[in-house]
């Protein structure tokens, strides 16, 4: 802090370039999950960037924010509201719309996490290295069962090491998973940001994430995924503590 790293890009960009370094993560990994968010946006009358494409030439043109973070790697500032009711299972059956049931949510970080002076023990991740295998269990789930992800970005680097840590590829395997295709509704391996995300819907801190787990659940999402029983939300990556949450149909229950 000292040396003038003091906002979030700057702080997050040191820790993913560490670990892009480490586990050869290319730039377009990056690019895929900004295009996917982008994508799915423009079926979303209420997204921000609604009628506001983007595509790998403009993504690659525009500027540097701090690298490896372009503009568009960076989540967006908005105003607005969001907000979801919590009731019992017994409750919920009185609604008129379909409901998603809290299956499982985790809520920590590993070991001095929190060290600001960049000197965390496990300095390269996202906060999930304890938390993910606490959701999976307390879910009875893991990551083969989950048909569609909703993940935190803040910037495009952590949702790389959150997937990961939650168990979708492995670190040296980011490259081949993260691309265009694997990530859009409804055919992709792996659905992501079905909303358009903090990057391309609205940056409500994430609890629009959540919103958008419940649609797909339901069957209501403007990009509906075809295996929409079980949804995966990630909360900010970087961040201490972290926090993730699992929805699923009753069918799970």
Request: with cysteine.
């Amino acid at each position: 802090m000292p040396y003038g790293v003091l906002a979030p890009p700057q702080r997050f960009a040191m820790r993913v370039q560490r670990y892009m370094h480490e586990h050869g993560v290319r730039q377009e990994a990056l690019r895929a999950i900004a295009l996917a968010s982008y994508h799915h946006a423009q079926a979303n009358p209420r997204a921000v960037m609604h009628g506001k494409p983007l595509d790998a030439g403009k993504y690659d043109a525009s500027r540097w924010i701090v690298e490896p973070f372009h503009l568009y790697d960076c989540c967006m500032e908005n105003d607005g509201a969001a907000a979801l009711l919590l009731v019992s299972a017994e409750r919920a059956h009185d609604f008129r719309r379909k409901p998603a049931y809290v299956l499982g949510a985790a809520f920590g970080s590993g070991h001095r996490a929190a060290a600001t002076a960049h000197n965390a023990p496990l300095y390269a991740t996202s906060s999930f290295d304890t938390v993910a295998s606490d959701l999976y269990r307390m879910a009875g789930a893991g990551p083969l069962d989950v048909g569609v992800v909703q993940a935190y970005e803040n910037f495009t680097g952590g949702v790389v090491m959150a997937l990961a840590e939650h168990g979708f590829f492995r670190p040296d395997e980011a490259n081949d998973f993260l691309t265009f295709d694997n990530l859009i509704a409804p055919t992709g391996r792996l659905p992501l940001n079905t909303s358009g995300g903090n990057l391309a819907e609205c940056y409500m801190h994430g609890l629009e994430l959540v919103l958008e787990a419940v649609r797909q659940v339901r069957g209501t999402s403007t990009s509906q995924v075809r295996r929409n029983d079980v949804a995966l939300v990630i909360g900010g990556p970087m961040v201490t503590p972290a926090s993730n949450l699992i929805l699923g149909s009753e069918a799970t229950l």
